[in-house]
């Protein structure tokens, strides 16, 4: 999956720099009463971060 060790870190990195943007999407979509489920609504998790969690 991440053979080395800079793939893992940037993953990381990107994960991290994600957190902001969910935590600002959230007010408006509880405003406008949003389907919190539903991906569309969330920012897009960045290449690769979705993998490295899936790793662990």
């Known amino acids: 999956m991440f ?10 990195i ?8 969910m935590r600002a999407t959230w007010p408006d979509l509880v ?3 949003a389907d919190l489920s539903d991906d569309a ?3 897009a998790v960045p290449d690769g ?8």
Do not use: H, K, S
């Open 3 to 12: 053979a080395e060790p800079d793939a893992q870190r940037g993953a990381y």
């Open 31 to 33: 405003d406008a009463g």
């Open 49 to 56: 971060a979705a993998a490295l969690v899936a790793a662990f």
């Open 41 to 43: 609504n969330w920012p």
């Open 14 to 21: 990107a994960g991290l720099g994600w957190i902001t943007p």
